[in-house]
């Protein structure tokens, strides 16, 4: 058996503007502001011995200060179960809150409200009721896991006991942390109350007594399946005015950002790699949005030609301003992925002197990039997921954080897709975003190169610029609104066109053609598509692949 004892009582910390009927900012300006997040200084320093999977006897020093008396693999009484007092439900969480047992009774993993995946860190939490005679005293709350290697996993907490359990206000609440390794298919779960050994109280054993699920152990049902995100961060070198700026992306810096990502997301890890500086030399500032440079981080990613699930993210400091209003901006609202659609998983946002600054942002942007649309909240959001369940853009479901240990309340909270602030991820975009994470990691895993054919990409800005080159790409016709004819020595071509309207943009749009072989030799090409129609020539268009 092995055994732990910690002690998260201090742990977990109400984010700001939680419990409070904060409706954000709502200031129309891509991600909000950030005034309503606090930073967690507490988190991982007062978890104490579950981080060891190995642990094989309980820690000794961590035991005493907790009042506990694990004594290891030594045989031990059974100690009492804790009177005048129930155990009604056990929680886990992820990022978002599901209910495991509601009512002493194990809720069966169809009927989870989303998805919980292996290897992940996962808190659990158990809540009580009181009878009425109930006397304030610490309680102890210990968790049992079992595995199907025959392993066993006690935890035990200790919880002073006043009143009644709470998801939010003061956390009170039974916790205990499981470690990503400990988070493996085949577990069961069976949390009960204890009187501490010197406890002296009096009362009645309740009835069921404390124990659930009270059938027998649960089983936690686990989404057994790889879930990995990898990005490229492409620090955006701006030469501009006789300026240079370049974002000096540190590993503490690639730690916050992948930190934010991963808790707001559905993965095991996020793998990232900083790319070389991409060198940009146009304004940034007077370009009514980031079209033009995300136009140049696509002719990157097509140079470098990563695998198709990889997202490129530009973080720009740039030497003129920004674009106003904008604190980001996604190529387009993918769509499902697929090996010939990485050209869509690209998008960019400001750097703010560090990547704790520009985390908030990413989350969003990647957010699109994942296929998302925004979510309503501020008002201030166009095209929204008129599915979102929950009013006001609120998360619906208790947030907690693997990394900050931060909960957020369900009503606090506003989901990342939207403009307010207090951003977090939902049940809703837990889910969603999981399966294309799912799709994506599969890719990777079955190693399969994409074997896409040629596009004809082009991005109209905000002024009604235009520019084109080329990329690897597919167009599925189903999902072209728009028409393209090739003018070519022996004829023309006619295909379809896809236009999308970059988010957060007003005209702008990035258009996709498929080009075959005999296009190539086009002398012009009209695209056409609703409300918008243009002709380039080939000298116009720039070959990268
Ligand atoms: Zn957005």
Not at 7 to 12: E, R, V
């Given at each position: 058996m092995r055994r732990t004892v910690i002690?998260?009582?201090?742990?977990?910390l109400l984010a700001c503007g939680d419990d409070v009927s904060s409706e954000g900012s709502g200031d129309g300006t891509e991600g909000g502001t950030s005034a309503g997040s606090t930073s967690a200084t507490a988190a991982g320093t007062s978890q104490t011995a579950s981080g060891s999977g190995t642990t094989e006897s309980a820690d000794e020093s961590t035991a005493a200060a907790d009042g506990s008396t694990s004594t290891g693999d030594e045989p031990e009484a059974e100690p009492e179960f804790a009177r005048d007092i129930r155990l009604e439900r056990l929680t886990v969480n992820q990022a978002t809150q599901v209910e495991v047992v509601a009512g002493g009774l194990e809720v069966a993993p169809e009927d989870y409200n989303t998805r919980v995946i292996s290897g992940r860190r996962t808190l659990v939490r158990g809540f009580w009721s009181l009878h009425a005679t109930f006397e304030p005293r610490d309680i102890m709350g210990r968790l049992t896991i079992s595995y199907p290697d025959g392993t066993v996993l006690e935890q035990d907490f200790t919880q002073f006991v006043a009143g009644e359990s709470s998801d939010g206000a003061g956390a009170a609440s039974f916790q205990w942390l499981l470690e990503p390794e400990e988070v493996v298919p085949g577990m069961t779960y069976r949390a009960r109350l204890f009187e501490m050994p010197d406890s002296e109280a009096g009362g009645e054993l309740s009835d069921p007594p404390p124990i659930v699920p009270l059938a027998g152990p649960g089983t936690l049902g686990l989404y057994d399946v790889p879930l990995e995100l990898r990005v490229v961060l492409v620090p955006v070198q701006h030469e501009f005015d006789g300026c240079t700026q370049t974002p000096d992306i540190t590993e503490e810096d690639v730690e916050a950002m992948r930190m934010e990502l991963e808790q707001n997301n559905p993965v095991q890890a996020a793998m990232f790699e900083v790319r070389d500086p991409m060198v940009y030399t146009e304004t940034i500032g007077d370009s009514g949005g980031f079209s033009p440079l995300l136009a140049a981080l696509a002719r990157a990613r097509a140079a470098d030609n990563p695998d198709p699930s990889v997202y490129y993210y530009g973080l720009v400091d740039p030497c003129d301003g920004y674009p106003p209003g904008l604190l980001g901006q996604a190529i387009a609202i993918a769509g499902p992925p697929t090996l010939e659609n990485g050209q869509q998983r690209i998008s960019t946002g400001r750097w703010n002197n560090s990547g704790a600054a520009a985390a908030e942002t990413f989350v969003h942007e990647v957010g699109h990039t994942q296929g998302r649309r925004h979510v309503r909240c501020s008002g201030g959001e166009a095209g929204i997921d008129v599915a979102y369940p929950h009013a006001g853009g609120r998360i619906g479901v208790w947030g907690f954080g693997i990394y900050d240990f931060e909960l957020r309340s369900p009503s606090g909270g506003r989901d990342y897709m939207t403009y307010c602030s207090n951003e977090w991820v939902s049940d809703y975009s837990w889910e969603q975003t999981l399966d294309v994470i799912e799709v994506l990691t599969g890719f990777d895993l079955a190693d399969t190169a994409a074997k896409p054919g040629v596009v004809l990409a082009g991005m109209v800005h905000e002024d009604g610029s235009t520019e084109w080159w080329t990329q690897p790409g597919e167009v599925d016709p189903s999902t072209a609104l728009g028409t393209a004819r090739f003018e070519t020595p022996t004829g023309t071509i006619e295909t379809v066109a896809r236009v999308r309207p970059v988010p957060h943009g007003h005209n702008a749009r990035y258009i996709e053609v498929p080009l075959e072989d005999a296009a190539r030799a086009m002398t012009a090409v009209d695209v056409l598509a609703p409300g918008s129609s243009f002709r380039v020539g080939a000298d116009e268009i720039r070959t990268i692949r």
């Open positions: 002690s998260l009582s201090t742990i977990l």
